[in-house]
């Protein structure tokens, strides 16, 4: 093979190269679209969310999982709460307002309380009424309360008088799997960017 050859042998090697650099970076682009980034903290793997029937703000039955919302943000507290619950409430409520409408449709934000002896329905009711947006508040007995409590990790101290819980925000996707969790100072930017992404799929 004389020099001219090898050079255009070299070069078309180097250009070959290239093109299967550039369509790996290009594949490994298309990957990563694919897997939408997300602001809470992934639950790897994904947990099946538990559903049940307790009692909602206007005395209901009404299911922790509701069938015609694909996406559940779900979070645990009471209403006397002077801190955490009030600050992830109106996170969730301002998140939910600036959603799109059509993700609005799809999206349901639940509050369980783990104080039954005080959230009747009408206290539920009007607490919920502050925030400003539609947030489904649920109640019942201690016994029908307690398997839902643990099923999702939440340890209740009603000993003391501001009473002691878990403070996670959940996120249940259309699947009814726990796959994201955030805490109560989560930005509503946040909180409103994910509720979109999960309302896509």
């Not at 190269?17 to 790897?44: D, K, M, N, T």
């Not at 201690?142 to 819980?165: C, N, T």
Request: proline residues 7%.
């Amino acid at each position: 093979m004389n020099a001219t050859m090898r050079g255009v042998s070299i070069f078309a090697g180097v250009l070959i190269a290239i093109a299967a650099i550039a369509l790996g970076v290009q594949f490994l682009g298309h990957g990563g679209a694919r897997e939408p980034a997300y602001y809470g903290s992934r639950l790897e793997p994904p947990k099946a969310a538990t559903d049940a029937v307790l009692t909602n703000a206007y005395g209901r039955p009404d299911h922790v999982l509701g069938a015609l919302f694909p996406t559940t943000f779900l979070f645990f507290g009471y209403t006397h709460c002077p801190d955490e619950c009030p600050l992830a409430l109106a996170s969730l409520a301002k998140a939910f307002r600036g959603l799109p409408l059509s993700a609005q449709a799809r999206t349901r934000i639940v509050f369980v309380t783990v104080d039954p002896a005080r959230d009747t329905a009408p206290v539920m009711r009007r607490y919920l009424d502050r925030f400003g947006a539609p947030i489904t508040g649920l109640t019942g007995t201690e016994a029908q309360l307690a398997p839902v409590w643990k099923a999702y990790g939440v340890e209740v101290d009603s000993k003391s008088r501001e009473i002691g819980h878990g403070d996670a925000i959940y996120a249940i996707d259309s699947t009814q799997r726990v796959v994201l969790i955030y805490t109560p100072d989560t930005p509503s930017s946040e909180l409103r960017a994910d509720a979109s992404q999960l309302a896509e799929k």
